[in-house]
């Protein structure tokens, strides 16, 4: 991996405050390739039109072409099948769909049991179902390192549990959390599993037929591709029998007054116009993936996790949240007593974009008693220049850290 990317990512010339932008803040959005970005704009210069709808030549190549995307998630995250494959907005739309649909089967005293370290768009979706029938949510605690504890997963399950729901990657303590083992258990109890894996896609090869998971969710925007789209994979079987989240226009079959059947799978789910140029966006950033190997991003971002987590002991006072023996490229810390956001404010005044605060993860920050932290995260394009411009900048600062400012 080497800096040719600063001409595949335009953003990447950027300056700030006259130094050149040092983005880690890559686990909230990464930035996007020039392939991506002419996808995008040579879907509106040449194809915009509606899709399924049209007999005309510009609706039926943006059809070919949509249902092309789909088929290429298919092989992406290798689904059984392209059925499997549902459009959404992001990860949170995704997971809203399943707590909403999949959730109308929740009964009172039902459980759904959640990891400790969930982002706010898998606990309160969920929270949401629960309320609506009285159903109640269980939560897997996990260690001081930040690992799942897979005894006290076990020991969860009742007669009452419905289904599972934990991320692949933990967004603020960078785990990785052992996937399989999750799904494993929870079908020896008969219980499907959810993966948030929003983390997870532009990190690691994902392969949803091995993992064994009933949906898997992801963000086209977290791996190089627009903001705007995302999917939900599940299991054929599961939603076929699960009802429509949205009503509205290509999710029907058949309308009356008084009653409407659906279309098949995975149009009963994709009601309304979708984004059809982001998701031609997403085929190129999957294309781009493919194009460096997604084994060495994973390798590249490994490296640079060991390098940038050895590099940030010579902080004085710094102290990593998240040191799990299976992590991926997101390192979260706090310098001192200092708040995460002078922090963050700070390292922007030298040209470094890191994120701060709780990450959407308030019950990891209740975990440790903290109110938030700093987070750096990479990409393929993030080089271990990038990792000694922190360590450089927070030696800069803090002088000012300590001295209150
Ligand atoms: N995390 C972060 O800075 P959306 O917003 O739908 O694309 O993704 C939501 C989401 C769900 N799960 C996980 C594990 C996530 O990390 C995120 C988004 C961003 O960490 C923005 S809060």
Known sequence: ????????????????????????????????????????????????????????????????????VRRQVQQFINAHSHREVVFTRGTTESINLVASSFGSRLHQYDEVILSGMEHHSNIVPWQLACQRVGARIKVIPFSDEGVLDVRAYESLFTKRTRIVACNHVSNTLGTINPVKDIVDIAHRHGVPVLIDGAQAVAHMAVDVQQIGCDFYCFSGHKMYAPMGVGVLYGREELLSEMPPYQGGGEMIQDVTFERTTYNELPFKFEAGTPSVGDVLGLGAAIDFIASQGIDNIARHEDKLL?????????????????????????????????????????????????????HCTQPIMDRYGIAGTVRASFACYTTTEDIDALVAGLKRILPLLDSGI
């Open 306 to 358: 060991t390098y940038c987590t050895q590099r940030l002991q010579e902080i004085p006072r710094l102290r990593i949240y998240g040191t799990a023996p299976r992590k991926a490229g997101v390192v979260s810390f706090l310098v001192g007593n200092s708040h995460s956001y002078d922090v963050g404010t700070l390292l922007d005044k030298v040209g470094i974009a890191v994120r701060t605060g709780h």
């Open 1 to 68: 991996m080497d800096n040719t990317y600063n001409s595949q990512f335009p953003i990447l010339n950027t300056e700030v405050y006259n130094k050149r932008l040092v983005y880690l803040d890559n686990a909230a959005t990464t930035q996007k390739p020039r392939q991506v970005i002419d996808a995008l704009i040579n879907y509106y210069l040449t194809l915009n039109s509606n899709i399924h709808r049209g007999t005309h030549h510009l609706a039926t190549l943006a059809t070919e072409r949509y249902e092309g």
